[in-house]
Every structure is written in structure tokens, then in C-alpha cells.
């Protein structure tokens, strides 16, 4: 017999929880009681309103006295804060502390700021890649690019100095992240950071366990926080795929989902500076794509989700992994830097598999308005380019050739001979004839894999007279020159 009251009781309130567990997921799991916590963010002045605090699920803004209250996330490890522009979150060793892990039965989390000291409208941002240290000996080479970092500073007194690194911070070895922040230490420069590949913890039997190893040294694998005019967003978006070394790039829903809320406070037209591992997208146009592991992992296959919500503001996006240097200018209001590794090529010689020297990006900002340059390390600001005379390589012949690491489409190279103007040089795909070189001996790399790679930041000209002085001339997108003369053979 059909059992009204059955039906009209239990089943109604299990239907209902069902309906709820479909809307709110968050708090409705089983086995999950919502706990609230609270707290308060301030200064030795008193509280501070609408700073943005975060569970890396939703969104919530203090009160007038600096107070929040929120209930986490089921899944939530963290409670941090976007840092406000004007202050600065606590640092150990040079690494923002700008979150406090969760703890079972903790109801309180107070976050205490200090004044940044400096105009942090005018800032000097160092942008690097890929260190990716797989022995101590890495670090000892790793100490030349931190004096090179020193000496850089010096020429800046006048700005608030911060840094990013995009990922790969160690090569699957985590033991050597306090050998790293020692060294970064000496810097006397906040890095904020974010996960790469080798700093995943694989062999669990999810992405959402693979970062684990990365938080207990540095918290949160996506986060904001903001400095004078400009709002910076950290992602995480390599995602494993469940086997040793399989991953591809990207965004979960998630943080997509956090993202959503951390924008909504963000004004339109504001300029916004977005850092991830794995590129966005490495052309300018959208190729079809071939879903095979190679292209899976060194895109994000779901950017075009991510340009859509950035579309109402002016971004500049800094991705790593490929251990190149690539400018891809997505649209009018998204510039992808795909910055050089550090490393180079993995602490295997000078150079990254395109020619790009072992260096770092600079930007200058003032403002909302950025402004940059590449600084390969041990050598000035207008080491921009490495030239080729004619005859000196089998691969170009009579040619004269320009590698241009920082090259992007508003740059203009131009050439001379004998003082006569030739015009514009003629760019084309290719390999850095030094690179070729310096990674052609298999028996001495650590890692025979290591090969050079084409590159489209290649100039070519063909001279009338072979022996003439030959001039070339690169200006870049703000005007600065850079030449290289080859002399009368």
C-alpha cells in the first residue's frame, strides 16, 4: 500500500535536502556542520574597512571598524586577505604572510597590517621564472641572479619593490624551498609566488591534493592583494591528471568561481596584473587546437573563459613553463609575458632554449601605466639583442642575424651598411646558432633532452658587400633604442 504520510514526511524533507545539497554544496555535506569564524584586519591606527577577505571559495569585505565573518568552505585551508594598496601583510623571510591556515575548533582570525612606507603608486616589479633547483648546486648559480637583483635595486631607491615568481620554484625536489627563500632572503624583496608543475605533489588520487607540499611553505595557490593603482591576481591553473607528471593548464571552476567575487571589487578599467604558471595562449591568434599531451599542457586550454572576465580591465598576464621568452599580445587590453627561465635551460649553460639569456623581466610602474624590459643577468639594461655576422654561422650563410628576446609586434629593427640605410629587417622562425651550440653536446648536459628551439624573435638581412660595418637598430615599444654594430670585416 502507498504510504501517504511516507511520502508527504520523509520523503519531501529528502528531497528538499537534496534540492539544498544542489544549491549549497558548501555547507550541506554529510558529516559537515558550518562553523562561522570572524575576525578583524588593522593597523596600530584601528581597524580598516573594505578589505577583501577570502576562504579561496567566496568573498567577504570588513566592516567600518576592519571586522569580517564568514562560514568556510567545506574544502577550505585558508582564510587570507587581499592585501589593500597603502599596506603591507606580514612577511617572513620575505614571504608574504598574508593568510593563516585553518584550524579545527578555531573561531578567530585576526590579520595585523603596517603602513607601507614607500609610494607604493610607483612601483619596480621583478618578474621570474622556472628556478626549478633540482640540486644544492643549482642555488650557488642561483646566488649570481639574487647579486644581480641587488645591484638592480640600488638604481631604484625611490620605489616600493616587489617581486613574482611564476612557478617551477623547485624541480620535484621541495626539501630545497628553505635553500631558495634563504637565498631570495637577501634581496631585501617580497616575492609572491604560485605553483608549477615540478612543485606538485603527484601520486594522490586528485588535482585537489597535488598542491599540498607548495602551501605549507607558501599558503594559498590563488590569492590577491593590491599595491598603489594596480590589482594583482595569483593563479593556480596547472591541474594533475592523476598520473606521475601528467598535468595540463587549467583554471577549475573554483577559482573561477573566487575569481568572480575578488573582480566584483575590483573598478572597471582598473589595471590588473594576472600571474600563472603555464601560458595563456602562445600565439596571438586562436590556432585549432590538438588535444594531445604536448598542447594540454603548455596552454591553458579554457583561457578564453579568463579573457572574457578580464575584458573590462587593462591586463598584463605573466606565465613561465616553457623556459623562452614570448610577448603575445591577446587583444587590445591583454599582454601576455611569457617570461625566460631563470634557469635557463634547467642550470645547463647561459642561455633558455631560445637564446634569451638567463635573466628576469622589469617593470616599471607608475600608476596604472607599465612600462618594461628584460635584464639578463651580469650585463647592462641595453643588452637587448645578440648578432650574427655574415659568415660567422653554417645555419645563415651571408646573412646578417638578430636575436631580439623581448621582441613584440610594436618593436621596429631596422639596419644599416656602411652607414647607408637598409630599412626593415626581415623576421622569420628559427635556431639561436649559440644555443644550438652551447646544447649540442649531449655527454655534457646533465639532461640530454635539453635541445634549442625554434624562435620567431629572429632578424635577417642580407648585406651587399659581405665585409661592410653592418648597424642594426631595434626601438623598442617605448621608444628605446638598442644597437649592435658589427664591424668592417
Same mark, same amino acid.
Not at 545539497?21 to 580598516?48: C, D, H, N, R
Not at 613553463?321 to 635551460?345: D, F, K, P
Given at each position: 500500500?502507498?504510504?501517504?504520510?511516507?511520502?508527504?514526511?520523509?520523503?519531501?524533507?529528502?528531497? @528538499?535536502?537534496?534540492?539544498?545539497?544542489?544549491?549549497?554544496?558548501?555547507?550541506?555535506?554529510?558529516?559537515?556542520?558550518?562553523?562561522?569564524?570572524?575576525?578583524?584586519?588593522?593597523?596600530?591606527?584601528?581597524?580598516?574597512?573594505?578589505?577583501?577577505?577570502?576562504?579561496?571559495?567566496?568573498?567577504?569585505?570588513?566592516?567600518?571598524? !576592519?571586522?569580517?565573518?564568514?562560514?568556510?568552505?567545506?574544502?577550505?585551508?585558508?582564510?587570507?586577505?587581499?592585501?589593500?594598496?597603502?599596506?603591507?601583510?606580514?612577511?617572513?623571510?620575505?614571504?608574504?604572510?598574508?593568510?593563516?591556515?585553518?584550524?579545527? !575548533?578555531?573561531?578567530?582570525?585576526?590579520?595585523?597590517?603596517?603602513?607601507?612606507?614607500?609610494?607604493?603608486?610607483?612601483? /619596480?616589479?621583478?618578474?621570474?621564472?622556472?628556478?626549478?633547483?633540482?640540486?644544492?648546486?643549482?642555488?650557488?648559480?642561483?646566488?649570481?641572479?639574487?647579486?644581480?637583483?641587488?645591484?638592480?635595486?640600488?638604481?631604484?631607491? =625611490?620605489?616600493?619593490?616587489?617581486?613574482?615568481?611564476?612557478?617551477?620554484?623547485?624541480?620535484?625536489?621541495?626539501?630545497?624551498?628553505? /635553500?631558495?627563500?634563504?637565498?631570495?632572503?637577501?634581496?631585501?624583496?617580497?616575492?609572491?609566488?604560485?605553483?608549477?608543475?615540478?612543485?606538485?605533489?603527484?601520486?594522490?588520487?586528485?588535482?585537489?591534493?597535488?598542491?599540498?607540499?607548495?602551501?605549507?611553505?607558501?599558503?594559498?595557490?590563488?590569492?590577491?592583494?593590491?599595491?598603489?593603482?594596480?590589482?594583482?591576481?595569483? @593563479?593556480?591553473?596547472?591541474?594533475?591528471?592523476?598520473?606521475?607528471?601528467?598535468?595540463?593548464?587549467?583554471?577549475?571552476?573554483?577559482?573561477?568561481?573566487? @575569481?568572480?567575487?575578488?573582480?566584483?571589487?575590483?573598478?572597471?578599467?582598473?589595471?590588473?596584473?594576472?600571474?600563472?604558471?603555464?601560458?595563456?595562449?602562445?600565439?596571438?591568434?586562436?590556432?585549432?587546437?590538438?588535444?594531445?599531451?604536448?598542447?594540454?599542457?603548455?596552454?591553458?586550454?579554457?583561457?578564453?573563459?579568463?579573457?572574457?572576465?578580464?575584458?573590462?580591465?587593462?591586463?598584463?598576464?605573466?606565465?613561465?613553463?616553457?623556459?623562452?621568452?614570448?610577448?603575445?599580445?591577446?587583444?587590445?587590453?591583454?599582454?601576455?609575458?611569457?617570461?625566460?627561465?631563470?634557469?635557463?635551460?634547467?642550470?645547463?649553460?647561459?642561455?633558455?632554449?631560445?637564446g634569451t639569456p638567463m635573466g628576469y623581466g622589469v617593470y616599471e610602474i607608475d600608476g596604472s601605466?607599465?612600462?618594461?624590459?628584460?635584464?639578463?643577468?651580469?650585463?647592462?639594461?641595453?643588452?637587448?639583442?645578440?648578432?650574427?655576422?655574415?659568415?660567422?654561422?653554417?645555419?645563415?650563410?651571408? =646573412?646578417?642575424?638578430?636575436?631580439?628576446?623581448?621582441?613584440?609586434?610594436?618593436?621596429?629593427?631596422?639596419?644599416?651598411?656602411?652607414?647607408?640605410?637598409?630599412?626593415?629587417?626581415?623576421?622569420?622562425?628559427?635556431?639561436?646558432?649559440?644555443?644550438?651550440?652551447?646544447?649540442?653536446?649531449?655527454?655534457?648536459?646533465?639532461?640530454?633532452?635539453?635541445?634549442?628551439?625554434?624562435?620567431?624573435?629572429?632578424?635577417?638581412?642580407?648585406?651587399?658587400?659581405?665585409?661592410?660595418?653592418?648597424?642594426?637598430?631595434?626601438?623598442?615599444?617605448? !621608444?628605446?633604442?638598442?644597437?649592435?654594430?658589427?664591424?668592417?670585416?
Amino acid at each position: 500500500m502507498f504510504n501517504h504520510g511516507l511520502f508527504s514526511g520523509q520523503t519531501i524533507v529528502k528531497a @528538499l535536502l537534496a534540492s539544498l545539497l544542489f544549491i549549497f554544496p558548501s555547507y550541506l555535506s554529510i558529516g559537515y556542520s558550518p562553523a562561522p569564524v570572524e575576525g578583524k584586519v588593522s593597523t596600530e591606527a584601528g581597524g580598516l574597512a573594505n578589505v577583501v577577505v577570502t576562504d579561496g571559495y567566496q568573498c567577504v569585505v570588513t566592516g567600518s571598524d !576592519g571586522s569580517f565573518r564568514l562560514i568556510p568552505h567545506q574544502n577550505a585551508k585558508f582564510i587570507y586577505i587581499s592585501t589593500p594598496a597603502g599596506y603591507l601583510p606580514a612577511e617572513e623571510m620575505q614571504v608574504p604572510r598574508f593568510y593563516i591556515p585553518i584550524e579545527e !575548533g578555531r573561531k578567530r582570525y585576526d590579520f595585523s597590517l603596517r603602513k607601507n612606507p614607500v609610494d607604493d603608486s610607483r612601483q /619596480l616589479l621583478l618578474v621570474t621564472a622556472d628556478p626549478q633547483f633540482h640540486k644544492e648546486e643549482n642555488i650557488v648559480r642561483y646566488a649570481g641572479v639574487v647579486d644581480d637583483m641587488l645591484q638592480l635595486k640600488e638604481e631604484y631607491p =625611490d620605489r616600493d619593490i616587489l617581486g613574482l615568481d611564476c612557478g617551477d620554484l623547485v624541480g620535484d625536489k621541495p626539501e630545497l624551498y628553505p /635553500l631558495y627563500i634563504e637565498q631570495l632572503h637577501r634581496t631585501g624583496i617580497p616575492f609572491y609566488r604560485m605553483p608549477g608543475n615540478h612543485d606538485l605533489q603527484f601520486g594522490g588520487r586528485s588535482t585537489e591534493t597535488s598542491t599540498q607540499r607548495y602551501e605549507k611553505s607558501f599558503g594559498p595557490d590563488h590569492y590577491s592583494f593590491n599595491r598603489g593603482e594596480v590589482h594583482y591576481v595569483v @593563479l593556480n591553473n596547472v591541474f594533475y591528471m592523476g598520473r606521475d607528471y601528467f598535468y595540463m593548464g587549467y583554471i577549475d571552476e573554483k577559482t573561477f568561481a573566487w @575569481l568572480e567575487e575578488d573582480l566584483a571589487q575590483v573598478p572597471v578599467g582598473s589595471t590588473i596584473i594576472v600571474s600563472m604558471h603555464i601560458p595563456g595562449r602562445l600565439d596571438e591568434e586562436m590556432q585549432s587546437f590538438q588535444y594531445n599531451s604536448n598542447t594540454i599542457s603548455a596552454q591553458t586550454i579554457n583561457f578564453s573563459s579568463l579573457i572574457e572576465m578580464l575584458k573590462p580591465y587593462k591586463v598584463h598576464l605573466f606565465t613561465g613553463h616553457m623556459h623562452y621568452n614570448r610577448n603575445i599580445i591577446h587583444s587590445g587590453n591583454l599582454y601576455e609575458h611569457n617570461t625566460g627561465a631563470v634557469s635557463g635551460a634547467w642550470w645547463q649553460g647561459d642561455y633558455c632554449l631560445d637564446g634569451t639569456p638567463m635573466g628576469y623581466g622589469v617593470y616599471e610602474i607608475d600608476g596604472s601605466e607599465v612600462t618594461w624590459y628584460f635584464k639578463s643577468v651580469g650585463e647592462e639594461r641595453d643588452h637587448q639583442m645578440r648578432v650574427y655576422a655574415p659568415n660567422s654561422t653554417n645555419r645563415y650563410g651571408n =646573412d646578417v642575424v638578430a636575436n631580439i628576446w623581448n621582441w613584440d609586434k610594436n618593436w621596429k629593427v631596422e639596419w644599416q651598411e656602411d652607414g647607408v640605410e637598409m630599412g626593415a629587417m626581415t623576421r622569420f622562425e628559427g635556431l639561436d646558432p649559440e644555443v644550438e651550440k652551447a646544447y649540442s653536446n649531449k655527454e655534457k648536459l646533465e639532461f640530454s633532452w635539453i635541445a634549442p628551439v625554434l624562435t620567431d624573435h629572429l632578424f635577417r638581412a642580407t648585406p651587399q658587400n659581405k665585409d661592410a660595418e653592418i648597424k642594426i637598430i631595434a626601438k623598442d615599444t617605448f !621608444g628605446n633604442v638598442y644597437t649592435k654594430t658589427i664591424p668592417r670585416q
